[in-house]
């Protein structure tokens, strides 16, 4: 199956090529884990990422299908110079899936600060 490479802005259920939203940290053998929900996290209250909607229900969905996880937005490539991607905190508050409890287990979670927090975010209107 080919996969499209990951493109900001699609609205659809395509996934990012697997390199690009590794959230392992090689260095610590553990999966980065947003240490507290980003600003503009989906799972808070006033759509600030502007979703359509049923979007958010439809990404639950898919990493509940999955038995996974979602990558928080603000980590993925392009958003901010220098960030690795990470597990969105919100699902982790709210959800417990197959992958998430094995990561627990056998590695454990790196907990990382949401990137940009004293900047503005770029898809924020200041």
């Given at each position: 199956?080919?996969?499209?490479?990951?493109?900001?802005?699609r609205d659809d259920l395509d996934e990012p090529d697997d390199t690009s939203t590794n959230v392992?940290d090689p260095a610590l053998g553990k999966t980065r884990l947003l240490a507290r929900q980003c600003?503009?996290?989906?799972?808070?209250?006033?759509?600030?990422?502007?979703?359509?909607?049923?979007?958010?229900?439809?990404?639950?969905?898919?990493?509940?299908?999955?038995?996974?996880?979602?990558?928080?937005?603000?980590?993925?490539?392009?958003?901010?110079?220098?960030?690795?991607?990470?597990?969105?905190?919100?699902?982790?508050?709210?959800?417990?899936?197959?992958?998430?409890?094995?990561?627990?287990?056998?590695?454990?979670?790196?907990?990382?600060?949401?990137?940009?927090?004293?900047?503005?975010?770029?898809?924020?209107?200041?």
């Amino acid at each position: 199956m080919n996969r499209m490479p990951y493109q900001p802005g699609r609205d659809d259920l395509d996934e990012p090529d697997d390199t690009s939203t590794n959230v392992g940290d090689p260095a610590l053998g553990k999966t980065r884990l947003l240490a507290r929900q980003c600003r503009t996290c989906i799972f808070r209250p006033g759509n600030a990422m502007h979703l359509r909607q049923g979007r958010l229900r439809e990404l639950v969905a898919h990493a509940l299908a999955r038995e996974s996880f979602i990558v928080c937005h603000a980590t993925l490539p392009g958003m901010y110079p220098d960030t690795q991607p990470a597990v969105c905190r919100g699902f982790v508050d709210r959800y417990s899936t197959q992958a998430l409890q094995v990561i627990s287990r056998l590695w454990g979670f790196a907990e990382v600060d949401p990137p940009g927090e004293s900047e503005p975010h770029p898809t924020l209107e200041t």
